[in-house]
């Protein structure tokens, strides 16, 4: 499916006293680190991902692997894109990181999801439905903060 067909759910922002090549840098690290977990391996088996390993180019370039995405555009500095699929659904995470002053970015998260079928709608109650998602993009993106500053 088509990023741009998918459904937007939400969009997180942070400020980052740190420059663009800094921040990219903690992205692309703290992505890496945290999606290639063993726990969040085994989820994405559980689910059925398509992806469900680490691989392919690092630092994540296009058409590296993360359990539960796969990375279909990177322009380092400005724009990371993250595709991925399940048993109940497809989904698309957008990083756009945009230079607002002398060592001053802002790093925004946006999502994108479908969710088919009745198994697809309660797996949408229990992943955004809880606060969840939101949870853990407030935390992921607290965690690129704190490692670029």
Excluded: K, N
């Excluded at 290639?36 to 690092?58: F, W």
């Excluded at 497809?90 to 002053?101: C, K, N, T």
């Amino acid at each position: 499916m088509q990023i741009t067909a998918l459904p937007y759910l939400d969009e997180h922002t942070t400020a980052i006293a740190a420059g663009a090549d800094d921040v990219w840098r903690s992205l692309v690290e703290t992505l890496d680190r945290s999606f290639s977990r063993p726990a969040v391996a085994g989820y994405a088996g559980l689910v059925g991902a398509a992806d469900r390993t680490a691989s392919g180019p690092r630092p994540l370039a296009e058409g590296s692997t993360l359990p539960g995405f796969r990375v279909v555009a990177a322009i380092p500095g400005r724009e990371l894109v993250l595709q991925g699929r399940h048993r109940f659904s497809s989904y698309a995470l957008i990083f756009r990181l945009e230079h607002v002053g002398p060592g001053r970015s802002r790093l925004r998260a946006e999502s994108r999801a479908a969710f088919p079928g009745l198994i697809g709608g309660l797996y949408r109650r229990l992943v955004i439905g809880t606060g969840g998602h939101v949870i853990g993009m407030r935390r992921l993106l607290a965690a690129i903060r704190r490692r670029s500053e």
